[in-house]
């Protein structure tokens, strides 16, 4: 595609379900960011994918957080047991060696009931 | 990492120019200096780049002086669209490390 594409754009959930946020990066793009941002805040940085080589998870706030990146294209960050403090925009960005730029997706809105 | 400090929020009006500084005493030698614009419910668009020295393209104009411990995003003539949140990032994609951003700075542009 064009752009990086993430989905849903929303979501909806009840407090304890598990969610799965899904990035799809530009097409050839190796490096892939996950990032979190609650109302009025800043970015928080979740976790980087480069390529092959093993995920920086430094950024995920507890254990019920999890993103793999299937062969190095398409993410899935997965939260379970969602807690009310988990409501955010989730925004994924991709990049190409070809330049220092990300490249953000328009983010998923996670609403935790 | 480089950590970032800039100005938490400034005001403008129509057609003047807005220069936002951003602090960084702790960049590395291979760092690049990004700022990103975002708007609300969209996420961060790419303005300018640098790495020393001066940085034109066609929104924006990026300074940076010698010792590279800051840098100054300039908009030119600014309208009411330029209201957004500005970021400053410092770092090296390729170099494995996260990048983090800095709380940035929000742009209010009023006619």
């Known amino acids: 595609g064009a752009g990086v594409s993430q989905s849903p754009s929303n979501k909806v959930t009840e407090k304890g379900k598990d969610v799965e946020l899904r990035c799809d990066p530009i097409s050839g793009h190796t490096a892939l960011y996950w990032y979190r941002q609650s109302l009025g805040q800043g970015l928080e940085f979740l976790i980087y994918?480069?390529?092959?080589?093993?995920?920086?998870k430094s950024g995920l706030p507890s254990d019920r957080f999890s993103a793999e990146r299937t062969g190095g294209s398409v993410s899935t960050l997965t939260i379970q047991r969602t807690q009310q403090e988990d409501s955010a925009v989730y925004l994924c960005a991709s990049s190409t060696r070809v330049d220092e730029k990300l490249f953000f997706g328009s983010g998923t809105q996670l609403s935790v009931l | 990492l480089a950590k970032t400090t800039q100005p938490i929020s400034m005001d403008s009006y129509e057609g003047q120019e807005v220069n936002i500084t951003c602090s960084h005493n702790n960049i590395a030698t291979n760092d690049y200096i990004t700022w990103y614009q975002q708007f609300p419910s969209q996420g961060p668009r790419f303005i300018i780049q640098g790495y020393k020295t001066k940085v034109t393209n066609e929104v924006a104009s990026l300074f940076i002086p010698a010792d590279r411990k800051s840098s100054t995003l300039s908009l030119p003539r600014v309208s009411l669209s330029d209201t957004a949140v500005y970021y400053c990032l410092v770092g090296v994609i390729w170099a494995g490390t996260a990048l983090i951003f800095g709380k940035g700075t929000t742009l209010s542009v009023s006619s």
């Open positions: 994918f480069q390529g092959n080589s093993a995920p920086d």
